[in-house]
């Protein structure tokens, strides 16, 4: 049978996607959560790093709602990538002093999260997801217009 065939089949697949944006989620949500409960730490470290106060505010509320965005698979691709370029520019600005073993594995822990936010603009959230529900609502809805996010508010599926 074709993976497509009939929608209300689970794959293997779904779970895959759902375990792997749950696991890619989790660091950005705790990290979040622990610059936020802990925000004059935060601002204070960031700040010998050169990170102004606003900056720090940012990051926050990029990791928190990105995080979620993956987590939940809501606006899936857009979050992941959001992350997956936040990861990029962490590694290249802040762990680039390859003298330092740990900044090493700090740069490859983020390049590797990076690739694995790349693959889920890919590939998308799977079935599991608040993407695939609004998509499935919409569709049954047989209304075919632009800017599904829009329409699913509009019809209060959202």
């Known amino acids: ?15 895959t996607l759902l375990a792997g944006r749950l696991l890619m989620a989790w660091i950005f949500l705790h990290e979040g959560m622990a610059l936020a409960f802990n925000f004059d730490a935060a601002v204070t470290a960031m700040a010998k790093l050169g990170v102004p106060e606003p900056l720090v505010l940012a990051v926050i509320a990029l990791q928190l709602a990105a995080g979620l965005s993956v987590a939940l698979g809501l606006l899936t691709r857009l979050g992941a990538l959001s992350l ?7 590694a290249l600005l802040f762990h680039a002093d390859f003298a330092n073993h740990n900044e090493i594995l700090h740069f490859e822990k983020d390049l ?10 890919t590939a998308g959230a799977g079935a599991l997801s608040v993407d695939r529900f609004l998509e499935r609502r919409i569709m049954a809805s047989n ?13 209060g599926i959202l």
């Open 143 to 155: 209304d075919k217009s632009p800017r599904p996010l829009r329409r699913a508010i509009e019809k």
């Open 84 to 90: 997956g370029l936040f990861c990029l520019s962490t």
């Open 1 to 15: 049978m074709d993976y497509l065939e009939n929608e209300n089949v689970m794959h293997p697949m779904d779970m």
């Open 112 to 121: 590797a999260i990076a690739g694995g936010m790349f693959v889920l603009v």
